[in-house]
């Protein structure tokens, strides 16, 4: 059940250490966005969603940035730990009818003990 | 568990064949989502139904087709199966129809042979 066989970015941290993952999204006229973990095996988690007249919002342990001006998004987790390793990808709603989320990539969280 | 529920959730086929994916959401929720996360793609929106009636399009093939029924359970249905349909299949549900997060279910794995 693993989530992508793409080749992800893989990020490497120590247990006990702030993550920083980052994004880039496509569209200007994006005015929602959300965070999602994925574990192997299972359906991507929810982790925090931010809206675009917001540059910051707070969640347990999680932190997201946003930058309109260059187009960036960033997910920062505090004090990972081993449950954190998992596939991370950003999504973007572009503004039109619906909610028709465009995933990123995805990036590789790995925690070392 | 994120209440959204699959099934099957392995599912092996021929090529040529059609199958019939099948997604209950969350108790409440009324809009749902179809995803397909394949190893080159990543995840790709396909289509979203809120409250029995089309809400968003994305890069749905016209072999595949889709439908929310009354009770608001949802079903994908892939025609004339191609090699390349080989894919974590996922539905998400969630309350409203826009700029919210969506709930995965653990996803159907199709492949095709």
Redesign the interface.
Known sequence: ?E????HLPTLSVQEGDNSIINCAYSNSAS??F?W?KQES??????II?I?SNMDKRQGQRVTVLLNKTVKHLSLQIAATQPGDSAVY?C?E?MG???????????TRVLVKP | DSGVTQTPKHLITATGQRVTLRCSPRSGDLSVYWYQQSLDQGLQFLIQYYNGEERAKGNILERFSAQQFPDLHSELNLSSLELGDSALYFCASSVVAENTEAFFGQGTRLTVV
């Open positions: 059940g989530s992508v066989g793409l005015d929602y959300i999602y095996g299972k359906g991507p988690q929810f969603d809206r990808f999504a709603n039109a009818a619906g909610n028709k989320l465009t995933f990123g990539g995805g």
